[in-house]
């Protein structure tokens, strides 16, 4: 009883609830994927999320709605999840050059903004992909990093002038 009761405060089913922790985690997959693909560069964005899926199942009695959403709850473990997975991923020896299709601007592009953003320091980074990639609230970004939400407004802010700098286009 005291275990049903536990899970009507904070708002989710009782721990050991299977279907009640699929329904409750179902609409921030696609959020946690995001996230893990853009943190955890080189490893794989799937065994990532599984690992935080997994880490948020055995602490999901631990959840408290009053401390923040599910959302930032579970973006906050797949984050530590895909920090955990980057330190284990091998570098591998650069591919020689092959004939392959000809680079498309856009690509260039798209690769000057993810080199960019390579630059930032990794708590710029977090907010940047919580707040842009993830589609966060500064809230919910806040809740991810651990921090104020002014500190979270003043690092976006930082990491927006500094891409700026970075990708200025000079004529």
Do not use: N
């Not at 899970?7 to 699929?22: I, K, L, M, N, W």
């Not at 080189?42 to 959403?69: C, F, I, N």
């Not at 579970?74 to 920090?83: E, G, K, N």
Request: charged share 25%.
């Amino acid at each position: 009883m005291a275990t049903t009761m536990i899970g009507r405060v904070r708002g989710v089913a009782p721990p050991g609830d299977e279907a009640g922790f699929v329904a409750w985690v179902r609409p921030h997959l696609p959020a946690m994927a995001r996230l893990a693909g853009r943190l955890a560069v080189g490893a794989d964005r799937d065994d990532v999320v599984q690992e935080a899926l997994a880490r948020a199942w055995s602490k999901w009695g631990q959840y408290d709605a009053t401390r923040g959403s599910a959302s930032a709850w579970l973006l906050a473990i797949t984050a530590d999840q895909a920090r955990k997975a980057a330190r284990r991923v091998r570098p591998v020896a650069d591919l020689a050059d092959h004939d392959g299709v000809a680079p498309r601007a856009d690509l260039d592009a798209r690769l000057d903004v993810e080199q960019a953003l390579g630059v930032l320091s990794a708590r710029q980074r977090l907010a940047v992909d919580c707040y842009y990639f993830a589609d966060l609230s500064v809230a919910d970004t806040a809740a991810v990093m651990g921090c104020s939400e002014g500190t979270v407004k003043s690092t976006l802010s930082d990491a927006r002038a500094r891409l700026r700098r970075l990708l200025e286009v000079s004529e």
